[in-house]
């Protein structure tokens, strides 16, 4: 009898861990995807000249640095799948549905980056982007701490990396947040997003420096089931 249920366990097990790679795998394939499609929508600059091919390209400036954020953006999201998934050997219902609502998001953003890049309406474009990256950002987080509350993780998995990775995305996310209300009163609304994780950054480092480097050393000592 114990045999029977040790091999159920077994098998459960090896199960989930198929699920959670196959889930890792997905997400991948899913992001190259919205990266292709970033690309693909970028206008073709014209002209039988330098000059009038120049004259061109700046006339896309906003579609080419709507591009530009949209990579960095969709880039920094996977860096941070890349980094915790790669411990993650598990997965449950409420992990796969956060995840492809997470892809979603990412898969909307070359859609929202054409409308970010389009004349005129800025507070409306802008509202729109910004809501889409809110939402990813806020999603990831989920997953992190879905991660941690159901123990996906293999054993030997850094203490710190699931709050380390909820922090900086937590930043992102409040990064757009801030820029929305910001937006309905200057098109600088932009700069929310280097200033809020710049600022956060300078703060969390000058809070370690101050304590000798104990928060850092204390961040290392927790475990990731902490139900807080």
Not at 24 to 40: E, K, N, R, S, Y
Not at 92 to 102: A, D, I, K, P, Q
Not at 113 to 141: E, K, M, N, P, S
């Amino acid at each position: 009898m114990a045999h029977s249920t040790d091999q159920q366990l077994s098998e459960d097990t090896e199960i989930r861990a198929v699920a959670a790679e196959r889930l890792t795998f997905f997400g991948d394939a899913v992001v190259a995807i919205a990266l292709t499609l970033l690309a693909l929508e970028l206008p073709v600059p014209e002209g039988s000249t330098n000059s009038e091919l120049w004259d061109s390209a700046t006339d896309h400036r906003d579609a080419y640095m709507a591009f530009a954020i949209s990579f960095v953006v969709i880039a920094a999201h996977w860096r941070a799948h890349h980094r915790v998934f790669r411990y993650v050997t598990s997965s449950n219902r409420l992990m796969t549905s956060l995840t492809v609502y997470w892809l979603l998001m990412l898969v909307i953003t070359p859609f929202a980056t054409d409308v970010i890049g389009g004349d005129g309406a800025f507070q409306a474009r802008f509202i729109f982007y910004a809501i889409v990256q809110f939402v990813a950002c806020v999603l990831f987080v989920l997953m992190l701490r879905e991660i941690g509350r159901a123990a996906l993780y293999r054993p030997g998995t850094p203490p710190d990396l699931l709050r380390g990775a909820m922090r900086r995305m937590s930043v992102v996310a409040a990064g757009f947040l801030v820029s929305i209300p910001v937006a309905l009163a200057t098109e600088w609304a932009y700069l929310c997003w280097i200033l809020v994780p710049g600022i956060s950054a300078v703060i969390f480092g000058a809070r370690l420096r101050r304590s000798g480097g104990d928060a850092a050393t204390a961040a290392t000592t927790e475990t990731f089931t902490d139900k807080d």
